[in-house]
């Protein structure tokens, strides 16, 4: 039986033990498995600061030296990371908790970010959270039920699920993306 390759991997340090068992991995694009090859690091730019960080892995299919992969590469990211943004996922359920304890979107965003983006950044990223929420919600019940909740703002409901189902977690949404193996923003049920 082939395993997957990993889209999401718990922190930086299972980055590197993940390629320990890399051969074993079955291409996403081709199927073949012996052909994955670590392919360097993907880096973006900290939440607070100018420098850079490790965000996730890119994965070769090697079709070099006639290996039989097809060429194609993939990304393994680490589960903190929100593709695509330079947000964190515990920054951005912060935030979305704020909004829920009753600050508005501006108030809430300047206490989850403490000042390190636009409240443009927030806006932004309170209308992906939005648009996101029926995948959120469709996956999230595959692993348990959606409790009550008599909160006015839908989404209050589905942070009540997202606890639930990541009772321990310090950030469900990252949790969700390492466990799950679903970005938080992906539209795909």
Request: charged share 20%.
């Amino acid at each position: 039986m082939k395993s997957r390759a990993p889209k999401f991997v718990g922190d930086e340090r299972e980055l590197d033990l993940a390629e320990l068992g890399i051969k074993l991995w079955a291409c996403p694009h081709c199927g073949r498995s012996g052909t994955l090859i670590g392919h360097g690091y993907l880096r973006g730019y900290a939440e607070r600061g100018q420098e850079l960080v490790v965000r996730g892995r890119r994965i070769f299919c090697s079709n070099r030296q006639r290996r039989p992969g097809c060429g194609r590469t993939l990304s393994v990211l680490v589960a903190t990371a929100i593709s695509g943004f330079v947000v964190r996922a515990l920054t951005l359920f912060r935030f979305a908790q704020e909004v829920v304890l009753g600050l508005s979107l501006g108030a809430a965003w300047r206490a989850a970010a403490a000042g390190a983006f636009s409240v443009w950044s927030g806006y932004r990223l309170w209308r992906r959270l939005g648009a996101a929420q029926s995948a959120l919600r469709s996956r999230l019940c595959r692993e348990h039920g959606p409790p009550a909740c008599a909160h006015s703002e839908p989404l209050a409901a589905l942070l009540a699920h997202f606890r639930v189902v990541f009772p321990n977690a310090v950030s469900p949404f990252s949790e969700f993306q390492a466990r799950l193996q679903h970005g938080l923003f992906d539209r795909s049920a």
